[in-house]
C-alpha cells in the first residue's frame, strides 16, 4: 500500500512538469493554429455598423497625432476614448496574427515572427484597431494624402495596413 501511495505521489507531482514540457514545446503558430476572428477594413467595420463616427473620430486622433484636418468635429478641447487596453496580451496578438496570415495574405503555414503589429489604436465594441503588416511581400503600399471615413480626416491614409479585427462570436 505504502509503495502505491508513493507512486501516486510521484505520478501527481510529475504531471505539472510533463504538461509544461508539453505547452512549452508548442510554436505560438501551433497552439494558435486556427483562427477565431474576422479582419476588414476600417471603412468596411463603419460601413457595416461596427463603428461609430465617435469611434472613427479617436482612432483618426491617434492616427493623425491630434485634431488637424477634424478641428470642426473634434472641436477645440477634444479628448478621444482612451486606449483600453493600452496594449494587446500575448494571445490576442498571436489570434490577430493568425486571422491575418489565414485570411489577408492566405499563407496559414506562415510564422508569427514575419507578421507585426506597427501600431494599437484602441477596441471600440470589441474591434480591436491595428497597423499590420508583414515580411513576406513586397508591397508598394499606396499612400493617400487625405482619405475620408464617415465624415472624418486622415492622412497618409494606408488602407491596406489599418485593419479591424473581430473576435468570432463564439470566442
Known amino acids: 500500500m505504502k509503495k502505491c501511495k508513493k507512486l501516486l505521489a510521484c505520478v501527481a507531482a510529475g504531471l505539472p512538469l510533463v504538461a509544461a514540457v508539453l505547452v512549452a514545446g508548442c510554436t505560438p503558430e501551433q497552439q494558435y493554429a ?26 483618426a486622433y491617434y492616427y493623425n497625432q491630434g485634431t488637424d484636418g477634424n478641428e470642426e468635429l473634434m472641436g477645440e478641447n477634444y479628448v478621444p ?7 494587446l496580451d500575448e494571445a490576442r496578438v498571436y489570434q490577430i496574427k493568425r486571422t491575418y496570415l489565414n ?9 508569427f515572427e514575419h507578421v507585426f503589429i506597427r501600431a ?21 503600399y ?3 494624402p487625405e482619405y475620408e471615413i464617415g465624415g472624418v480626416l486622415f ?7 489599418l485593419r479591424v479585427w473581430r473576435a468570432d462570436a463564439t470566442d
Do not use: K, W
Not at 35 to 47: F, K, P, R
Not at 103 to 111: H, T
Not at 155 to 161: F, I
Open 34 to 59: 486556427e483562427s477565431i476572428g474576422t479582419m476588414c477594413s476600417l471603412e468596411e467595420a463603419y460601413e457595416r455598423g461596427l463603428m461609430t463616427q465617435d469611434d472613427i473620430l479617436s482612432i
Open 81 to 87: 476614448n482612451p486606449i483600453v487596453p493600452e496594449t
Open 103 to 111: 485570411e489577408v495574405i492566405a499563407m496559414p503555414e506562415g510564422s
Open 120 to 140: 494599437y489604436y484602441g477596441t471600440y465594441h470589441e474591434n480591436i484597431v491595428i497597423h499590420i503588416t508583414d515580411d513576406y511581400h513586397g508591397y508598394d
Open 142 to 144: 499606396v499612400f493617400e
Open 155 to 161: 492622412y497618409h491614409y494606408v488602407g491596406a495596413c
